[in-house]
């Protein structure tokens, strides 16, 4: 890498001149949020043209390099061909390959793994990611400072705001304190004459919410901005009493509302008519969704919440449903067990699974009393069911992590057909969870990361400067729903309450924000980095309160339900702005680089799908 | 019986040297690795010991002539799904135990791709241990020790046979590891400080080994 002189003003430039330029610069596509897809090597270039700073990237070629993912988390080990559908996206960005970056249009840089990654925000909020191969990253730094004024964020060390000679002004334009069109101006003018009082505040509380509340990438520059945000401390947050906790300045107080008590006998036989259809099924979710069910009714409820029977069935069809599905297990049962050692002896696929079942089934809950002790027949069940799970789906087949979700359902309905059949509805929600490329747990993680920010943003910026950003200490929460992490009394109470589907989309994501920030101050201690954020994570199993949690995780659905201020992907990821979806999907090929706000269209339908009715 | 030859905890004389590690287990579902980890950490071994989700993280300290070796172990789960979580956990890694089971061919041949992975990927200097693990069960052998001490010896392995259960050979091929790892370049570079830290107090130490999971 050649060195050319340098300059330390633009004045000095023709009119077109590369200033200078690093070679092993990797631009990073990103999909989710996640910049692992679309890996491209080529040269970074900074670039005077006339008045203006051009930011110019160059692949080196067109194949996609998989040898240069160091800097991601995961998947550095290509064993298996992708095989997500994709939504095109990637293609589009092939076509595309060369990228401008207008300096002018840099709203922040930022500077993050290692300070190998360079993230550039645009005014309209795009992103653009590359990587520095030779860790040249600091020297690309220092010849940006030559060009323009760069201020670091008060907030996050590694954030800087990019100045030019018009910041203050602009920065002004931005907040639309008055509208364009010159009647705004007048009427604030005429505003203020009438009620003086009324119209400074509500200017100033425009002023406030844009400054200080937006995440500091979506505010907009200008020191002025970074000087009344450093007056805004999350820390500096007053506590009015026990059931109110001001969080974070961006959502409203949050209330805290007990739990309710469980669904009772009396109220579920009230809760059918003559034929046996339950009259109002919202309402008995409600219910559950507040309060669980009493452990006795849990045989009968779960076949309605993992989809055996539907709501609206009668105790006839009832009756017909699983007769028919006895008769279908029964023959998928017999797929597997008339296999003889011969025909097993060819078949590599069917013997590798039974193998996992096997070594997995022999050491799943063996302290639960269901469970418990040598030859136990319950441990043949579990099995068993697991053995025709194969059969029923081959292409998921058996992965670590299934026998924990069967579990506490066979335990609870003690019926192999029964429990069989609750086992498919709950996989078909748990599905992606087991991706052969583990694409549905980056996106849940890509996601929890979404809706921390949210919450705790600060907890968020730690994470992400403590190399844990990938929040992947979080895997097992997540994998199993917390199976790991509480009794099974409580594991129960938490699945019934996440079958329920209330009250948004992805709620479970909520509890693990939940106990994040409850954890927060720990997590967030002097030096800790993804190992001891891990151990500590790991270290909270059965030392949880669940009722604790899932006060907060309802109370946190509130506050974000109650926001204006949320971005479009945290409404996307709790399903509260439907109509984004739709957008997105209409859109033919949206841009390569759409960072956070792009989803893949695809792969969400497919996930919603896989979730019947109850789920949504 | 595993306590006695055990890890200790250092004596807080000032002049001991101490040097921390990231060790990570890798190995085929089910062959032991967190039967080891238990094993070596608190001296605990459960027939049923449930599957690693993820990975778990544990430390633990053991004594060498004037030297403290801080291990700071991972854990990760062994299922081929799982797979590409791995890298993310080998990344920096000074030292792995790669286990098979003794009693199961393949998990042999598992080992070995998961010792090819870590020459190509790993840290270039990671000291790489093979652990033959369930060694207890002599009955139901289907690995031969020489085929093993063999193959170690071509790769310039640490081969070990192990048992979690009974405890044979667990503390000693952590201490294996010990020795063979570079002290002196440690100490510069990942810090006196933490190590400072864990001499002057003991009750850190039994912290960091007895609240592990």
């Known amino acids: ?616 | 019986m595993a306590n006695k030859a055990g890890p200790q905890r250092p004596n807080g004389t000032a002049q001991a040297k101490i040097c921390q590690f990231k060790l990570v287990l890798l190995g085929e579902s089910a062959v032991g690795k967190s039967s080891l980890v238990l094993r070596f950490v608190k001296g605990q071994f459960h027939e049923y010991q449930e599957s690693t989700i993820g990975a778990a993280f544990l430390t633990q300290t053991v004594c060498l002539d004037d030297t403290t070796v801080k291990f700071e172990i991972w854990d990760t789960a062994g299922q081929e799904r799982y797979h590409s979580l791995a890298p993310m956990y080998y990344r920096g890694a000074q030292a792995a135990i790669v286990v098979y089971d003794v009693t199961n061919q393949d998990t042999f041949g598992r080992a070995k791709t998961w010792v090819k992975e870590l020459q190509r990927q790993a840290s270039p200097n990671i000291v790489i241990a093979l652990a033959g693990n369930k060694a207890d069960l002599a009955n139901k052998r289907c690995v031969e020790y020489e085929e093993a001490q063999a193959y170690a010896e071509e790769n310039g392995l640490l081969f070990m046979e192990t048992s979690a259960k009974t405890g044979t050979n667990v503390n000693e091929i952590f201490l294996a590891i010990a020795k063979k790892l570079p002290k002196s370049e440690t100490i510069g570079g990942s810090g006196s400080g933490q190590g400072r830290r864990l001499v002057e107090s003991d009750t850190t130490a039994k912290t960091s080994t007895s609240c592990c999971k």
């Open chain 1, 1 to 616: 890498m050649e060195h050319p002189k340098k300059s330390q003003s633009c004045e000095l430039y023709p009119s077109k001149k590369e200033i200078h330029n690093y070679h092993g610069v990797v631009h990073s596509v990103i999909s989710y949020g996640k910049e692992d897809d679309q890996q491209l090597n080529g040269t970074l270039s900074l670039i005077q043209e006339s008045e203006k700073v051009v930011i110019e990237w160059r692949p080196n070629d067109v194949s996609i390099d998989t040898e240069c993912q160091e800097d991601t988390e995961w998947a550095l080990v290509n064993t298996n061909t992708r095989t997500r559908t994709s939504s095109g996206s990637v293609d589009g960005a092939l076509s595309k390959l060369h990228v401008n970056i207008m300096l002018n249009d840099v709203k922040t840089i930022k500077v993050s793994n290692k300070k190998n990654k360079l993230t550039f925000t645009l005014k309209d909020n795009k992103q653009k990611v590359f990587f520095f191969h030779f860790g040249n990253v600091n020297q690309f730094f220092e010849e940006l400072r030559t060009t323009v004024t760069l201020k670091r964020s008060h907030h996050d060390s590694n954030l800087y705001f990019v100045h030019d000679k018009n910041a203050i002004v602009q920065s002004f334009s931005d907040l639309t304190l008055v509208d364009r069109g010159g009647d705004t101006v007048w009427n604030l003018v005429g505003d203020l004459k009438r009620r003086p009082y009324e119209t400074t505040l509500s200017t100033f509380s425009k002023l406030t919410e844009l400054l200080l509340y937006r995440n500091p990438e979506a505010r907009p520059e200008g020191a002025m901005v970074e000087i009344l945000s450093s007056l805004s401390s999350t820390d500096g947050c007053p506590e009015v009493d026990d059931s109110y906790h001001f969080i974070c300045p961006v959502l409203g107080p949050r209330k805290l509302e007990p739990r309710g008590i469980p669904l009772s006998q009396d109220h579920w036989e009230t809760a059918k008519d003559t034929e046996g259809k339950i009259i109002n099924p919202d309402h008995i979710k409600q219910i559950i969704f507040k309060g669980g069910i009493t452990p006795s009714l849990r045989p009968e409820l779960w076949k309605y919440l993992l989809c055996l029977y539907p709501w609206n069935s009668t105790k006839k069809e009832r009756e017909d449903i699983l007769n028919e599905k006895t008769e279908e297990y029964k023959r998928m049962r017999a797929q597997w067990s008339t296999m003889s050692a011969d025909q097993e002896s060819r078949f590599t696929f069917f013997r590798d699974k039974k193998s996992l079942v096997e070594k997995d089934v022999n050491r799943t809950d063996r302290t639960m009393p269901f469970y418990a002790g040598a030859n136990n027949p319950n441990l043949e069940l579990l099995s068993d069911i697991l053995m025709t799970y194969i059969m029923y789906n081959f292409d998921l087949g058996y992965v670590q992590g299934m026998s924990d979700l069967l579990s506490p359902i066979l335990a609870v309905l003690g019926n192999e057909v029964e429990a069989f059949w609750c086992f498919v509805g709950f996989m078909n929600i748990m599905y992606h969870n087991f991706d052969e490329d583990q694409s549905g747990m980056k996106k849940q993680l890509s996601q929890l990361h979404t809706l921390l920010t949210a919450v705790a943003p600060d907890l968020a910026t730690y994470l992400d400067s403590h190399d844990s950003g990938s929040m992947c200490f979080c895997f097992r929460w997540l994998l199993v729903w917390f199976k790991r992490e509480f009794p099974l009394e409580d594991v129960n109470v938490l699945w019934e309450v996440l079958w329920t589907g209330l009250p948004c989309t992805n709620f479970h994501l909520l509890i693990c924000v939940a106990i994040l920030e409850k954890e927060k101050n720990k997590l967030m201690s002097a030096g800790n980095g993804l190992s001891e954020v891990l151990k500590h994570v790991n270290d909270l199993s059965y030392n949880m309160d669940l009722n604790d949690i899932l006060m907060r995780a309802t109370g946190i659905y509130n506050q974000l339900d109650q926001s204006s201020n949320l971005t479009a992907s945290t409404q996307r990821v709790l399903g509260l702005a439907h109509d984004l979806i739709s957008v997105q999907q209409s859109q033919s090929e949206p841009e390569e680089i759409v960072g956070e706000e792009k989803i893949d269209v695809s792969m969400e339908n497919g996930y919603e799908k896989s979730i019947e009715y109850n789920y949504f």
